[in-house]
């Protein structure tokens, strides 16, 4: 006699309580991400070109800094800022105003530079990163830090003049400990640690992973806050998305 065919056995199905169930698990995870982990960041300024442009959007991990818990140690990948990190940090010259730039010197480094050059710990660096801007011309307080000493081109930043031969040794300027001495990598229209002095630690928010978006922004248009001049610049991003946008620079990881 033939043998009965069995039909292979159904799965059930998900009932709408699970997927709901399941929704809501994913819901929270990515808000937990979102809110601890990961931050949303906007390139402002051209203090960074060409390893971030104006108008780079990057997602910044938030926790590769932070102080190790007992319970969060072996699962996620903290570790010290390092000579040559990008971080994103809160100014220490503006308050609420978050800043990228790229880490030089770090507690007990020496730093002076010469002619544009970086020296640190008496070895003259490598930075293949830097550009310079040919129409800003000399500046010797810029390219010879600390030698020159503050002129009225760094009037603004009147605090950090009072402080910064307290930290002079000889030719070099000595990064006290918790702090970072940071530089663009635009070198010659970076606002820096030249300028405002050093990081506390306690400012860094993180480091910045890969570019997920990249849009061709005007300079200074994070200056525009004016609510016509935003809805302006969205109106301006929704019509030319698809041909402003930097589709190359798109999951672009940020060294």
């Known amino acids: 006699m ?3 065919e069995t039909k292979p056995e159904e799965k059930p199905r998900e009932t709408t309580v699970e997927f709901l169930a399941s929704l809501a698990a994913v819901l929270v995870t990515g808000l937990f991400i979102i809110t601890f982990v990961l931050q949303a960041f906007e390139i402002p300024s051209s203090s960074m070109e060409n390893t971030l442009l104006i108008g780079d959007h990057v997602f910044v991990n938030r926790v590769q800094f932070a102080p190790a818990t007992h319970w969060t140690g072996p699962l996620l990948p903290y570790r010290e800022i390092r000579r040559q990190d990008i971080v994103v940090f809160l100014s220490p010259a503006e308050p ?3 800043v990228v730039k790229r880490i030089i010197g770090i507690p007990g480094d020496r730093i002076h530079l ?3 050059v970086v020296f ?7 930075e293949p990163y830097v550009i310079h801007d040919p129409d800003q011309g000399p500046n010797d307080y810029r390219d010879n830090f600390p030698a020159v000493p503050p ?3 760094n009037r603004l930043f009147s605090d950090w ?3 910064l ?3 002079i040794q000889g030719d070099d300027l000595v990064v006290p400990p918790n702090s970072y001495f940071a530089m663009g990598d635009n070198r010659d229209v970076s606002y820096d640690s030249r300028y405002w002095g050093f990081i506390p630690k306690e400012n860094v928010i993180g480091r910045p992973m890969f570019i997920y978006w990249s849009f061709e922004t005007p300079p200074n248009q994070y200056l525009h806050t004016a609510i016509t001049e935003r809805v302006g610049f969205l109106a301006h ?7 402003e946008t930097r589709w190359k620079r798109t999951l672009k990881v940020v060294r």
């Open 161 to 163: 003049q009072q402080l």
């Open 237 to 243: 991003v929704i019509i030319h998305f698809f041909d």
């Open 165 to 167: 031969p307290q930290y």
């Open 114 to 116: 010469r002619n544009g």
């Open 151 to 153: 002129s009225d081109y």
């Open 120 to 126: 640190r710990n008496g070895e003259k660096l490598d």
């Open 96 to 98: 609420g105003l978050y």
């Open 2 to 4: 033939p043998k009965k």
